[in-house]
Structure formats: structure tokens, C-alpha cells
T-cell receptor
Framework: KAGVTQTPRYLIKTRGQQVTLSCSPI?????VSWYQQTPGQGLQFLFE???????NKGNFPGRFSGRQFSNSRSEMNVSTLELGDSALYLC???????????FGQGTRLTVV | AQRVTQPEKLLSVFKGAPVELKCNYS??????LFWYVQYSRQRLQLLLR??SRESIKGFTADLNKGETSFHLKKPFAQEEDSAMYYC??????????FGQGTRLTINP
């Protein structure tokens, strides 16, 4: 079956802009979680959605938000981009959130 | 706070030698621990989880609650084991708390 798909793979944005990243989970998976990966901070949890509801949120400012649609696809949005938001953003899906998480290839965001 | 520590950023061993990647955690309650691996140019993938008690690609990991450790071991390293390894615990609904990772290099 197809894996987790993230689009776009690469993005370059300017400070102050906003960006939307997309994640299509594995068919049948209802849980989607997002992570930020940077060289300094490593992999950090952003939030998790299950059946269109946010169940868990990490320690990120309100500029980071997300949503999940009825088909389990998820988007995350970052508003008022800062240079420090440059990172690899990973999406992971699982059947119900407490089972194996399957990761996408990530979206590499560069803020200039 | 829940925390995962991987003390070695880099680990280099020779092919055929034993490998041990260290992982320590702090967690109040019964933790569920994982090892994830990322091979070059590939996505992050689950290597093993402690509750399954499996041996994957020759790797094993035992949860030691007394020492709060979950070290990853393999008796004989192979060149294809070169990768980035992350130890993680799950906290709540699909919230994985990752260590900083260990880059393992197997020398021929």
C-alpha cells in the first residue's frame, strides 16, 4: 500500500509569510501527527489529530496550527514565518495513535 | 518531564564487531519505548518496540526499568547497519518523544 505522502517536498519562503504543508496518511490510518526536525533541537512533536480532532499538542507557539479532514488528510500551517522555522517537517500516520507510526519523507522548509 | 537521552552523537565500529547504542529515559509510569532508524535518503522507520520483544535485522533491545535504559544491541555489525538511530518513548496519543539520535557508522 502507498506510504505517507507529504507535499511539497521543498519550500522556500520569506520571513513574515505563511505556509501550508500537506500530509496524506496511509489508507485506513486515522491518526496523523506532525514533527519538526532541526539539527539543534532534533525531532520535536507538534500535534496529533485523530478523526478530525486535535488530541495532543506540543510546545510550539500559536503560529503553528493544523487540521485534519474527514478523509484523514492533514495540513499544518505556520503563520508569520521566522528564520528559526526553517526545518524538516515530518508527518506520521498510524491506525489509531498508539500503534506503529509510519513517517513521510518530510517537507523541507527554508525561511529566508 | 519525560525525556530520552542518547549520550553518543556518533558511534563508529568495525564490521563484525558488537554494537551497542545507548538510550536512557525518564518517565513517570510504564513507558513504551521504540527504536527508529533512518538510512541514508530514506524515511524514518520503526526498527523495534519493546513490547513486541522481536529481533529485527539482528538487533535487540531490553527495557531495564531499574536503570531506566533501553539500549540497542547487535552482536555482529554489518555495513548496511550504518544509519541514524533514534530512541523514543510514546507519551499520550501518538506523541513520540525522541532522543537526539546516534549516527552509527560501520567501517569495513
Amino acid at each position: 500500500k502507498a506510504g505517507v505522502t507529504q507535499t511539497p517536498r521543498y519550500l522556500i519562503k520569506t520571513r513574515g509569510q505563511q505556509v501550508t504543508l500537506s500530509c496524506s496518511p496511509i489508507s485506513g490510518h486515522r491518526s496523523v501527527s506532525w514533527y519538526q526536525q532541526t539539527p539543534g533541537q532534533g525531532l520535536q512533536f507538534l500535534f496529533e489529530y485523530f478523526s478530525e480532532t486535535q488530541r495532543n499538542k506540543g510546545n510550539f507557539p500559536g503560529r503553528f496550527s493544523g487540521r485534519q479532514f474527514s478523509n484523514s488528510r492533514s495540513e499544518m500551517n505556520v503563520s508569520t514565518l521566522e528564520l528559526g522555522d526553517s526545518a524538516l517537517y515530518l508527518c506520521a500516520s498510524s491506525w489509531r495513535g498508539d500503534t506503529e507510526a509510519f513517517f513521510g519523507q518530510g517537507t523541507r522548509l527554508t525561511v529566508v | 518531564a519525560q525525556r530520552v537521552t542518547q549520550p553518543e552523537k556518533l558511534l563508529s565500529v568495525f564490521k563484525g564487531a558488537p554494537v551497542e547504542l545507548k538510550c536512557n529515559y525518564s518517565y513517570s509510569g510504564s513507558p513504551e519505548l521504540f527504536w527508529y532508524v533512518q538510512y541514508s535518503r530514506q524515511r524514518l522507520q520503526l526498527l523495534l518496540r519493546h513490547i513486541s520483544r522481536e529481533s529485527i535485522k539482528g538487533f535487540t533491545a531490553d527495557l531495564n526499568k531499574g536503570e531506566t535504559s533501553f539500549h540497542l544491541k547487535k552482536p555482529f555489525a554489518q555495513e548496511e547497519d550504518s544509519a541514524m538511530y533514534y530512541c523514543a518513548l510514546i507519551q499520550g496519543a501518538q506523541k513520540l518523544v525522541f532522543g537526539q539520535g546516534t549516527r552509527l557508522t560501520i567501517n569495513p
